[in-house]
């Protein structure tokens, strides 16, 4: 009998056990190269200065705007587009515009509003000729829903714009016209409560847009709210940090504190969905360096209204101002800034969009190092892999069905199918669950369900080698949409993360309490979850939030290739969770 060796014990692995399912080592150790990007990130983080203030103090007359916004607002309170209300006040523009000599040209056409069917919109410019052809826009919508006078939004702002351009008159007063360094364009807007319609036309059918080096959006100017600035927009473009910086600044100079901006996290989401609301969206998304004043929610009409009686004349005159010492430094300006990469704005600072994505890119690389690892240990002992791939494409046959049935829906009238920007969650179809459409979905998702059940439904718990090598399988896939979405937009990869390093513990955890695997599974959910709770806050959509994110969908504000790829995902968080939850089985056949 051979002696035993003193001093070692040799453990033997449990019968039907995997030792070290994920190496989390080498996930720690590879984890080390995410601070490369980060410091570089730290260290590419910008302080712009403002541009330089003007010379003279603003002359902008807060009392005349004022009356303006409460003529607009008392005449003409339901400025629906297409109704004679829009019309009277498109004719109540040009009178006004006309009294300093201001000439107004008109962009006519007709197009489908949400809500209200198909109407004739009406966009009317006034242009300002400079020495540079470079044009400087100050754009103010002039319509509203109807449900209130809308005199804050957007009475408001349009008085501010008629005021702003009486500065450049060249009849009825008795001062000489300014003659400014950049053409200046005064744009009232049509449908900008409806989804920014006439905005996203002249952005893409005007040639001043063309030639626009900066664009300031005048959205209710006399709220009671805090004054913010708004810098989403689509296509995962922000303006220029100078533009808002110097904005912020202007703008603190008359109210004595810096006007609020999004949070880092509503900028994240904004930059990965992408997503922005208001005027300023759709320009950014054209590449047009823009920004939007605000003191009104951007959820629709407040729950006391939008009426005169509500109006601040104070933060009307200063913000007036700020507006007409921005437009100033702007104008002065030989050179602005004018490309519009992604950014993300921390107060006074900005980093850089190419550091954020190369940050998101680098984290990724942790997991895939753990994901081929197992998965290049699971074929050395040859696990059988086949049958898990054959599970993946099941549940991924599902979803594309659950996807077709949103196409349908969206078809068939239920969700918004266009135009392809962020409809006004205050209009119908996303004001309210559809209820008839949501019961016919249920019943054919039920259907789908019912039809893919005996194919989903294990007939008893797999072996752990079985399930080790789904979740080779399911980390491989993940691994491959993460690189797919890094192709489409590095940004999305915020939504991503999570789910990577929370479900990569998930083999770890078989033999853990029940509760454990489902706050870790949970926990991959974040992303998704988040870009929920950012749009239910940002447009006070409450449980109206999947069906907003829905018509984000449907419009192809979110891109086609981004959809496709979330239903993927999907897929997959449905595979790895019937895994964690013993729910999987080898599927027979092939």
Not at 151 to 178: I, W
Request: charged share 15%; net charge positive; proline share 9%.
């Amino acid at each position: 009998m051979e002696p035993a060796r003193v001093g070692t014990i040799k453990r033997r692995p449990r019968r039907g056990s995997v030792e070290r399912p994920v190496d989390l080592r080498l996930v720690r150790n590879l984890g080390a190269l995410v601070a490369l990007p980060l410091l570089l990130a730290i260290f590419t983080v910008s302080r712009p200065g403002p541009l330089p203030a003007p010379v003279l103090p603003p002359a902008f007359d807060g009392a005349t705007a004022t009356a303006l916004t409460l003529e607009l607002a008392g005449d003409n309170a339901s400025r629906v587009p297409g109704s004679l209300g829009a019309a009277s006040a498109a004719q109540w523009l040009r009178d006004k515009l006309a009294l300093y000599g201001l000439p107004v040209r008109e962009d006519v056409w007709r197009e489908d509003v949400p809500g209200v069917g198909r109407v004739e919109l009406r966009n009317l410019v006034s242009v300002v000729e400079g020495t540079l052809d470079e044009t400087i826009v100050v754009v103010a919508n002039r319509d509203n829903n109807g449900k209130s006078a809308g005199a804050n939004r957007n009475a408001s702002g349009t008085a501010a714009l008629v005021e702003l351009a009486r500065a450049y008159a060249t009849a009825g007063t008795t001062e000489s016209a300014r003659t400014p360094l950049h053409t200046l364009v005064f744009l009232s807007s049509d449908a900008g409560a409806y989804g920014s319609l006439g905005v996203a036309r002249f952005a893409t059918r005007s040639p001043l847009a063309a030639r626009a080096v900066a664009v300031v959006s005048l959205d209710g100017l006399a709220g009671t709210g805090r004054t913010r600035l708004e810098v989403a927009g689509l296509d995962r473009h922000s303006p220029p940090p100078a533009l808002v910086r110097t904005a912020a600044v202007r703008i603190a100079s008359e109210l004595g504190r810096e006007p609020a901006q999004p949070g880092v996290l509503g900028q994240l989401v904004a930059l990965a969905l992408p997503f922005g609301f208001g005027e300023q969206a759709p320009l950014l998304g054209d590449g047009i360096p823009a920004l939007r004043i605000s003191t009104a929610p951007d959820g629709g009409t407040p729950p006391g209204g939008d009426e005169v009686a509500g109006l601040d004349a104070r933060r009307l005159t200063r913000l007036g101002r700020a507006s007409e010492s921005l437009l100033t430094s702007l104008d002065v300006a030989v050179e602005l800034p004018s490309t519009t990469p992604g950014a993300l704005f921390l107060g006074p600072r900005a980093v850089r969009g190419w550091a954020l994505q190369l940050l998101l890119l680098v984290a990724v690389v942790p997991f895939a190092g753990a994901a081929l690892d197992l998965l290049s240990r699971c074929r050395r002992r040859r696990l059988p892999l086949a049958p898990a791939w054959r599970a993946f494409r099941r549940r991924l046959g599902l979803w594309l069905v659950l996807l077709v049935l949103l196409g349908v829906a969206a078809a068939a009238g239920a969700l918004p199918s266009e135009p392809q920007l962020p409809p006004p969650p205050d209009q119908p179809p996303v004001d309210a669950w559809p209820v008839g459409a949501v019961a016919v979905g249920v019943v054919l998702a039920a259907l789908v369900w019912l039809r893919a059940r005996a194919r989903l439904i294990p007939r008893g718990r797999a072996r752990p080698e079985e399930e080790l090598g789904a979740y080779a399988v399911a980390f491989l896939v993940l691994l491959v949409l993460s690189a797919l979405v890094a192709l489409v937009s590095p940004y999305g990869l915020l939504f991503m993360l999570p789910s990577l390093y929370a479900w990569l513990l998930l083999p770890q955890l078989r033999l853990a309490p029940a509760w454990v695997t489902d706050v870790a599974f949970g926990l991959g959910l974040v992303g998704p979850v988040l870009a929920l709770v950012v749009l239910a806050e940002q447009l006070h959509l409450g449980l109206l939030a999947p069906l907003y994110a829905a018509s984000l969908l449907t419009t192809g504000v979110v891109p086609w290739a981004s959809t496709l790829l979330l239903t993927a995902w999907a897929a997959a968080a449905s595979f790895v969770g019937a895994i964690a939850a013993g729910r999987y089985t080898e599927p027979s056949g092939k």
